[in-house]
């Protein structure tokens, strides 16, 4: 009954828009069925109005293990332990009360000195010995992010290779099932080892006060362990996926560019822009109906799928005026689900808020003649990745 279902993923006619059928097939019927890479049916949500009314409804799981429920890549790779983005109550709200905490505002904005002395250290690499030009993704945005996160968790950022390759190779959809399930399984013991080092000499760094945490009652050793791979791989990629493909749209929009060099008080405002004009998970938000739900006037029954597209509804001509349209003065832009929405929303919405703004003001400051060295069609952007981006960036300045 899947044969005659539009396939998804579904391609994009330019590199920094959802796929025009979104918007297509949702103006037809809301809420729309499509057919996955495994072959299922899964109901896709695209407006801003039903995108948020999923994620606040408790018959969505969002554990992999729920009947109906779709997956992106090829693999079955059960949930880690401790894995609190697929997990439903009450082990998410527990899991999620223990590491809220150390995501607090003024916690994130005593990390700004940080940061700058992470990307003036890289910029410097960049540009030692007259160097005039630079692959921005592979000697920027994924160092940056990388050694971020790492120093924040208490990860040593010479393991970054190791992880960032079986990251990618678990998240890209055209893996192997059986090679997807290798990585994964590498991946969380190289996070046991990680854990249980830190377990035998605690560490004052946000893994350390974890385990520490965890003696008092809080977490087993498998939910540490799998809330580490979590808190680093969601805090490393996203940051690096972001850093590049924001910077190809602010060259897409040489006026905008112009405007933030002369102003930083206009950064934080086309940080929440790139969050909504791009919205690097394309893959969709993967829920499971555990019962008979109603949603953009569409029966959903027990045991459907449900793929929650947040980059189309971050282009709802209902919400955002001219929703296609890239503009750092938008007034609205906070109204963005970039970050998700209601009880799952990303525990580290501040941290990359924070981040980014640190990132493209100290960015654009130190190189203020930053600009492309090719056109955005020659560029090579993650079409089979669950995160979207750019995969190299050639610049000068």
């Known amino acids: 009954m899947t044969a005659t279902l539009p396939e998804f993923p579904m391609p994009r006619a330019h590199p920094l828009d959802p796929p025009p059928q979104y918007r297509a097939l949702g103006s037809e019927r809301p809420v729309f069925q499509v057919r996955t890479p495994r072959g299922d049916a899964a109901w896709v949500v695209t407006r801003h109005e039903d995108v948020r009314a999923v994620l606040t409804h408790r018959a969505f799981s969002s554990d992999p293990r729920t009947p109906g429920f779709p997956t992106y890549v090829t693999g079955d790779v059960p949930p880690p332990a401790g894995f609190f983005m697929q997990a439903d109550p009450p082990d998410h709200g527990r899991l999620r009360r223990s590491v809220t905490r150390e995501f607090l505002i003024?916690?994130?904005?005593?990390?700004?000195?940080?940061?700058?002395?992470?990307?003036?250290?890289?910029?410097?690499?960049?540009?030692?010995?007259?160097?005039?030009?630079?692959?921005?993704?592979?000697?920027f945005a994924l160092?940056?992010?990388?050694?971020?996160?790492?120093?924040?968790?208490?990860?040593?950022?010479e393991?970054?290779?190791?992880?960032?390759?079986?990251?990618?190779?678990?998240?890209?959809?055209?893996?192997?099932?059986?090679?997807?399930?290798?990585?994964?399984?590498?991946?969380?013991?190289?996070?046991?080892?990680?854990?249980?080092?830190?377990?035998?000499?605690?560490?004052?760094?946000?893994?350390?006060?974890?385990?520490?945490?965890?003696?008092?009652?809080?977490?087993?050793?498998?939910?540490l362990v799998g809330m580490a791979a979590l808190l680093l791989l969601a805090g490393y990629d996203t940051m690096a996926q972001m850093i590049g493909i924001g910077t190809v749209a602010l060259f897409e929009h040489p006026d905008q560019l112009a405007e933030l060099k002369g102003e930083a008080a206009l950064l934080p405002g086309a940080v929440e822009e790139m969050l909504r004009y791009l919205s690097i998970n394309h893959a969709g938000l993967p829920r499971a109906a555990t019962e008979d739900v109603v949603v953009g006037g569409q029966q959903i029954s027990a045991g459907d799928g449900v793929l929650v597209m947040l980059n189309a509804a971050n282009r709802d001509e209902s919400v955002f005026e001219d929703a296609d349209r890239f503009d750092i003065h938008r007034e609205n832009t906070g109204r963005h689900l970039a970050f998700g929405h209601g009880f799952h929303k990303c525990v580290g919405a501040t941290l990359a808020r924070v981040e980014l703004t640190e990132v493209f003001g100290g960015l654009l400051q130190r190189l203020p003649g930053l600009r492309p060295l090719r056109p955005i069609e020659e560029l090579p952007f993650r079409h089979d990745m669950v995160l979207y981006g750019v995969r190299e960036l050639p610049v000068t300045w």
Request: proline share 5%; hydrophobic share 40%.
């Open 159 to 223: 393991d970054h290779v190791l992880f960032v390759s079986l990251t990618d190779t678990v998240l890209d959809r055209t893996t192997p099932p059986e090679e997807a399930v290798r990585a994964a399984g590498e991946l969380m013991g190289y996070f046991d080892r990680l854990v249980t080092a830190k377990e035998a000499k605690p560490s004052e760094d946000l893994f350390g006060r974890m385990v520490t945490r965890s003696a008092e009652g809080g977490l087993n050793h498998e939910e």
């Open 106 to 139: 003024n916690q994130m904005e005593a990390l700004r000195p940080t940061m700058r002395r992470i990307l003036d250290g890289l910029i410097d690499d960049m540009t030692a010995d007259g160097r005039e030009s630079a692959d921005l993704v592979r000697q």
């Open 143 to 157: 160092p940056m992010a990388a050694m971020t996160i790492c120093e924040i968790l208490g990860v040593p950022f």
